[in-house]
């Protein structure tokens, strides 16, 4: 039985009025955790439709900033399908514990959508333990030193001449023009220039012997 088939299948039933008794014990299962994107008359199968449900993850201010920007402009954020982010919302996520407090949003936290994952519906699964938190927060940074270090690597050290380039990509990228934020992303970039000269150096060693 092809896909639509089984979805029109499991909603007729539905439909019908049938009580849940009414349904088999393997179809009601179905229909209860297999998650439906409806556009246009068209069932498409788990296409990670984003749910009511989020996390609010704490994140320094240049970082909920920049991330917001690039996914959207908006919280909250919904991330790509296949990006890591998901792969770990999807992989730890879990059922909230009865000692969890409650995950709410503050100024220092960024909103994050969490998607109908096949296996998981966030309406059972919709906590993040400490430890996946850090592990999402820090793949965060790392896109976000990637794409820095891509776009501003051809400049070298980067000393008060040249203080307006960071400027300048932090207002293509969405990040208030503050000068906490400057120093935050700076020192950053000089760690990544400092990491990078290292590397050229072992380099030039490991040639010679």
């Known amino acids: 039985m092809n896909m639509l088939k089984w979805?029109?299948?499991?909603?007729?039933?539905?439909k019908g009025g049938c009580s849940k008794r009414g349904i088999s014990a393997q179809l009601r299962s179905e229909c209860e955790s297999f998650p439906v994107v409806v556009s246009g008359g068209n069932f498409a199968q788990n296409d990670y439709k984003m749910s009511d449900y989020c996390i609010n993850l704490e994140l320094p201010t240049y970082l909920k900033q920049w991330v917001i920007h690039e996914n959207g402009g908006c919280q909250p954020v919904a991330f790509p399908r296949l990006s890591t982010e998901n792969k770990i919302l999807e992989s730890c996520l879990i059922k909230t514990p009865w000692f969890a407090?409650?995950?709410?949003?503050?100024?220092?936290?960024?909103?994050i959508s969490i998607?109908?994952?096949?296996i998981k519906h966030p309406k059972t699964y919709h906590y993040l333990p400490r430890?996946?938190?850090?592990?999402?927060?820090?793949?965060i940074r790392n896109?976000?030193?990637?794409?820095?270090w891509q776009?501003?690597?051809?400049?070298?050290?980067i000393g008060k001449r040249k203080d307006n380039l960071i400027y300048?990509?932090?207002?293509?990228?969405?990040?208030?023009?503050?000068?906490?934020?400057?120093n935050a992303i700076a020192k950053i970039y000089q760690r990544q220039h400092r990491n990078n000269l290292?590397?050229?150096r072992k380099a030039k060693k490991s040639k010679k012997s």
């Open 7 to 14: 979805l029109q299948r499991c909603l007729m039933k539905l």
């Open 101 to 111: 407090l409650p995950d709410l949003p503050s100024e220092r936290t960024v909103a």
């Open 115 to 118: 998607p109908y994952f096949r």
């Open 131 to 139: 430890k996946a938190r850090e592990n999402l927060a820090a793949c």
């Open 143 to 148: 896109r976000f030193i990637i794409q820095l």
């Open 151 to 157: 776009e501003l690597h051809q400049h070298g050290h």
């Open 168 to 182: 300048e990509w932090m207002t293509e990228h969405g990040i208030e023009l503050t000068e906490t934020n400057w």
């Open 198 to 200: 290292a590397r050229k």
